[in-house]
T-cell receptor, first 109, second 113 residues
C-alpha cells in the first residue's frame, strides 16, 4: 500500500462539471502539495497547504489533518484542465516528498 | 518557463552510449533533486543535493551518476543503461528548511533502445 493514495485513478467529465480528486496519506506531514502534470511532462505546483483551504481561480484545495485527507476541486471544468493531478506529502522531519500515483483527468468539450 | 530548466527534452540512446542530462535553476534554491517517473508509478526520488553536497542516494544503480558542480546546476550522467531505465527524468529544486516549496522542471523523456 502506498503511503499516499489518490482516487480516482482516472476521471472523465464533461466541460462545466465540478471535479473532485481525493488524496489520503498515512505519513506524518507538515504540508500537502497538489501538482499538475501536462502531457509534455513538466510539473507545475498548484497548492501547498498545511491546514484549511486554499483557492486559486477555479481551483480549490482543502485538507483535514485529523483525517489525513485532502481534496482538490475544479469548478466549471474546461478541456484545458485535462492533465494528471498528483498529490504529494511533505515531511519537514526528513525534508522529503512522498507522491501519489496521480489522477488522470480528461474534460470533454 | 518554470524557473528550472532541463535539457534535452527528449533523448534516445543505445545501451552502450554515454549521455548526460542537465538541470539548471536560478531561483536561489539550496537543494536540487533528480526524480524518475515510470509509467503508472509514483515519482521516485533518485538523488538529493544540498548546497552541492549529495545528501541522498536512494539506492540508485551506478549506471546513473549525478554531478552537482554548484548550487545552480545538476547533471545526471548515464552509461550502459537498460531498456527498463526508459522513463521521464525530472529535476526539481527547493529551499530546504523553508517548509517545502518545490519547483519542477519539464523533464527529459529518455528512451533506451
Amino acid at each position: 500500500k502506498n503511503e499516499v493514495e489518490q482516487s480516482p485513478q482516472n476521471l472523465t467529465a464533461q466541460e462545466g462539471e465540478f471535479i473532485t480528486i481525493n488524496c489520503s496519506y498515512s505519513v506524518g506531514i507538515s504540508a500537502l502539495h497538489w501538482l499538475q502534470q501536462h502531457p509534455g511532462g513538466g510539473i507545475v505546483s498548484l497548492f501547498m497547504l498545511s491546514s484549511g483551504k486554499k483557492k486559486h481561480g477555479r481551483l480549490i484545495a482543502t485538507i483535514n489533518i485529523q483525517e489525513k485527507h485532502s481534496s482538490l476541486h475544479i469548478t466549471a471544468s474546461h478541456p484545458r484542465d485535462s492533465a494528471v493531478y498528483i498529490c504529494a506529502a511533505f515531511s519537514l522531519g526528513n525534508e522529503k516528498l512522498t507522491f501519489g500515483t496521480g489522477t488522470r483527468l480528461t474534460i470533454i468539450p | 518557463e518554470t524557473g528550472v530548466t532541463q535539457t534535452p527534452r527528449h533523448l534516445v540512446m543505445g545501451m552502450t552510449n554515454k549521455k548526460s542530462l542537465k538541470c539548471e535553476q536560478h531561483l536561489g534554491h539550496n537543494a536540487m533533486y533528480w526524480y524518475k517517473q515510470s509509467a503508472k508509478k509514483p515519482l521516485e526520488l533518485m538523488f538529493v543535493y544540498n548546497f552541492k553536497e549529495q545528501t541522498e542516494n536512494n539506492s540508485v544503480p551506478s549506471r546513473f551518476s549525478p554531478e552537482c558542480p554548484n548550487s545552480s546546476h545538476l547533471f545526471l550522467h548515464l552509461h550502459t543503461l537498460q531498456p527498463e531505465d526508459s522513463a521521464l527524468y525530472l529535476c526539481a529544486s527547493s529551499n530546504q528548511g523553508a517548509g517545502g516549496g518545490y519547483t519542477f522542471g519539464s523533464g527529459t523523456r529518455l528512451t533506451v533502445v
